[in-house]
């Protein structure tokens, strides 16, 4: 390697060499005290930004798409979706509207908590939103049911309920013409779940009102915005806590109520908090781990604690250097700690091996350190440059966190030359190795030793024919953009949301988009409604009923029958003998299958005897099935049922200014923009549902925004910054190559098996089924440092560093390369074992990468170098 560049290096490291020598005491306590102010600045002065949605450049087009979204109507980003489950529409309903209630009275730590299909409004206007069809046929039902809701009004307790029942049993009161079955089968339900140990309340409003109230289902959403500090690691910490002890407290007086958190926010922190699960004892075990290699590699107490000491140092002025020039890490830059260690520690490997081998050939301890200085100095300082040049070609980028994280990490990787080329040297000046015997690697079996030599023809058609055949698998390759993949799939945040993403209805992944007019978003809406991958449009007319005065005709009607009834519904003061009641009742049953033995509701009446026959004589006997229970599960959610039935008869006629502003605020922003919201027609949890959703909408309008477009438009952007910065730093990488080595072999010969070491690796990601995402994509720049750091290394040993008889794989610097890939992988080794599935893809790549990286370089290169056998 004689060529101007490296002969001014050259004449620099001896000059360097010659001041470390002279002065070690000096530039180690120099070292510390730099050190010492480093971490007094970081400490005092590096921030945490958490926010995702900077980790984009906020000039593409759906971050400006959803920030203006967001800035109309701001109570509806950073949501977290709180998903309220019941057995009944009622206890549903009663439960998320105290969960909401609890949630408002804490202010400190949620912005606006709502319940997006319920408050005065839409209860009172209930029944406006009914098909004529289906109203016609809840008011014929319900007209149906006056006598037995006129009875329980007055008589609102179980000898009240049986009582009505025993007169439509014996067909004594013909204005009762109600299917006794379903009431039938209802009560025999609730006397089985009680006997069962069961707390099961029987659903009134499924009987009567055909789920028509408003809660049409036995799940409702709660939206909580809460307050984020993302200056914090975990920004929705208190919000959550304070939400999950809320919950605790419901779910401990009502077991059979499920409620859960999800949305992007409850998403984003369970996902740090899977990362960071067990972090201590992986940390500790990665660390036992790489102390474990690095004593094998090096054999030296000293050399060992000099090379942590270095890797510390380093660390801790790279951290400084980030908090001078950045200010604070973000998600993906935080990753530089790791990214360090994997390529910092290699310059550190090296001088150690080389200085190990000198020593043990005889040198005296200063000659030694020289010697390594000067021999491996030019080659780590080329892999640093070659090295930061990737990291930062991403500077320019969209992807902002990785720029960031290529600012950092480009400067760490000359933080980790200057300590190695500084403090290590200073380190072994101080610290004097005495007695260094031979590394066990040059007794490796000659046969192992001479293989890339001796075999180089077939290795070089194997690797030939790999490079041809691996892009035709790499056809296949696939970025998986959706997030929610990435996460511990058993979190409850994640099977929540994948749960949503099946409705039409209650889908986190709708789209909104805004419009100046109205009129112009219902013409929108419309086109849109049509589209095949579309449920509904929804825009602010909709939520104005249509055909109002002839369902009122329907409603008047109906409250002229009911109305004063509903009114005076309330519990009896003093309630009759329960156990009398069902003693009573049960004589009744039998009474009347006796005279009609092929009663239409034969099968539920003796079902019931019986159910009630087993209750009282365990009743009687055991404190946990009690007689108030029972009353309390079959008629505790009758007065709920007829409160929503009474206010949903006093509907009037409205229009669109007849609005509430609790309605209007979702829909109209204060800039008089129109909110239209898309919800999807497929399942969203299938990736080509996601894509044509999407696509088709955008066909239509592109300035449509939410997570399915975001996470859509944020794959592409990382994929083609990616793309842009790693076709920018190997051009880069070559020209500096060329110009500094002077060699196109030489070039070609570090170049090469990078390249090919990157086909293999991602081929073999094809063939595991192991997708580039948000996460694993960020170990590609650790990846390429490696790769062309140990094809410098490599090269420059075959072309300026062998003597006389010496075989590559039994030097310092294939042991050097060996071991600091050894390192890498043991330090990422539990990564593929951690429940983030993110963070297990990436350990898996590495893995893969630095297996394939080790293969090219300490095999192919050698057999592509035209060396012979030693």
């Known amino acids: 390697m004689s060529n101007p560049s490296s002969s001014m290096f050259d004449t620099f490291l001896c000059w360097w060499g010659v001041k470390i020598l002279r002065y070690p005491w000096l530039l180690i306590l120099f070292t510390f005290l730099i050190c010492g102010a480093s971490l007094h600045y970081t400490m005092n002065n590096l921030g945490v930004n958490t926010n995702t949605a900077e980790m984009l450049s906020q000039d593409l087009p759906f971050q400006k798409n959803r920030k203006r979204v967001e800035a109309e109507f701001p109570q509806d980003a950073n949501a977290i979706i709180m998903v309220v489950e019941a057995r009944t529409p009622e206890e549903t309903s009663l439960a998320a509207n105290s969960l909401a209630q609890q949630l408002q009275l804490q202010p400190e730590f949620f912005e606006s908590v709502y319940i997006p299909t319920e408050n005065d409004f839409f209860k009172q206007q209930a029944l406006l939103y009914l098909d004529e069809d289906e109203l016609a046929e809840l008011a014929q039902k319900l007209t149906e049911a006056q006598p037995f809701i006129g009875h329980l009004a007055q008589n609102y307790h179980l000898q009240g309920l049986f009582s009505i029942i025993t007169q439509a049993l014996k067909q004594e009161d013909n204005d009762l013409p109600m299917d006794l079955n379903p009431l039938l089968k209802a009560i025999n339900q609730s006397f089985e779940e009680q006997l069962k140990g069961n707390n099961y309340h029987l659903s009134w409003q499924d009987l009567l009102a055909a789920k028509r109230l408003n809660t049409d289902t036995k799940r409702t959403i709660v939206m909580v915005k809460p307050k984020l500090n993302y200056d914090e690691i975990l920004p929705a910490e208190h919000a959550l806590t304070v939400a999950r002890k809320t919950v605790r407290q419901m779910l401990a007086q009502n077991s059979s109520l499920n409620i859960r958190m999800t949305g992007e926010v409850a998403l984003e922190h369970e996902e740090l908090e899977s990362v960071t699960e067990g972090a201590a004892i992986a940390g500790i075990v990665s660390f036992v781990l790489v102390i474990t290699s690095l004593w094998f590699g090096l054999r030296s107490i000293k050399l060992l604690f000099a090379t942590l000491i270095a890797l510390i140092a380093g660390l801790i002025l790279t951290a400084g250097f980030a908090t001078l020039a950045i200010g604070h890490l973000n998600l993906i830059s935080i990753a530089f700690a790791v990214l360090y260690i994997g390529l910092g520690v290699d310059y550190a490997i090296h001088i150690c091996l080389h200085y190990r081998e000198c020593r043990a050939n005889g040198l005296e301890n200063k000659v030694a350190i020289t010697e390594s200085i000067h021999t491996v100095g030019f080659s780590i300082f080329l892999c640093a440059v070659t090295t930061s040049m990737g990291f930062l070609a991403f500077i320019p980028t969209d992807y902002s966190g990785v720029s960031e994280l290529g600012i950092i990490s480009g400067m760490g990787m000359f933080i980790g030359l200057a300590i190695s080329l500084t403090l290590i040297p200073a380190l072994l000046t101080v610290f004097v190795i005495k007695e260094v015997k031979p590394l066990p690697s040059a007794s490796t079996p000659l046969a192992i030793a001479n293989f890339p030599f001796q075999f180089a023809k077939p290795i070089r058609i194997v690797a030939i024919a790999l490079a041809v055949l691996s892009p035709l698998v790499l056809t296949q390759l696939t970025f998986d953009s959706n997030p929610i993949n990435l996460r511990d799939p058993s979190s409850e945040s994640v099977v929540t949301v994948k749960e949503l993403l099946r409705s039409k209805n209650d889908s ?185 959703f999407v696509e088709e909408v955008q066909s239509i309008d592109n300035t449509v925004t939410g997570l399915s477009v975001a996470d859509q438009a944020s794959g592409i952007a990382v994929v083609n910054a990616f793309i842009e910065a790693f076709a920018g730093a190997l051009i880069a990488i070559v020209v500096l190559l060329l110009l500094i080595l002077r060699n196109i072999k030489n070039t070609l010969l570090v170049v090469c098996p990078l390249i090919l070491a990157a086909l293999l690796t991602g081929a073999s990601n094809v063939l595991l089924n192991n997708p580039f995402n948000f996460a694993n994509i960020i170990a590609l720049p650790l990846l390429m440092g490696m790769g062309v750091d140990s094809g410098v290394h490599i090269m420059h040993r075959l072309h300026a560093g062998l003597n006389n008889g010496e075989n590559l794989l039994q030097s310092s610097t294939a042991r050097g390369v060996f071991f600091s890939s050894l390192t890498t992988m043991c330090s990422f080794s539990s990564l593929a074992f951690t429940p983030h599935v993110g963070t297990a893809s990436m350990g898996l790549l590495l893995a893969l990468g630095i297996f394939f990286t080790l293969i090219c370089t300490l095999i192919i290169l050698p057999a592509f170098s035209g060396k012979k056998v030693a």
């Open 508 to 692: 986190p992944f709708t789209l909104s988009t805004l419009s100046n007019d109205l009129s112009e978003a219902q013409s929108r809406a419309e086109k849109l409604s049509n589209l095949k991958t579309v449920h509904e449009a929804i825009t602010l007319s909709d939520l104005v009923a249509t055909n109002q005065e002839e369902k009122l005709f329907i409603i008047e009607d109906l409250d002229l029958i009911l109305g004063n009834q509903l009114s005076q519904f309330k519990p009896q003061a003093i309630k009759p003998d329960t156990r009398s009641a069902l003693l009573e009742f049960q004589r009744e049953i039998t009474e009347v299958l006796k005279k009609q033995p092929q009663h239409p509701a034969k099968i539920n009446l003796e079902k019931l005897a019986a159910q009630i026959h087993a209750f009282v004589r365990i009743a009687d006997n055991h404190a946990k099935v009690d007689y108030p229970m029972l009353e309390d599960n079959i008629l505790g959610l009758l007065p709920y049922t007829m409160e929503r039935l009474r206010m949903s008869l006093t509907a009037y006629p409205y229009e669109l200014k007849d609005l509430p502003e609790t309605v209007t605020q979702h829909w109209k922003s204060p800039n008089g923009l129109y909110r239209i919201l898309i919800t999807p027609e497929f399942d969203q949890n299938i990736p080509e549902n996601q894509k044509h």
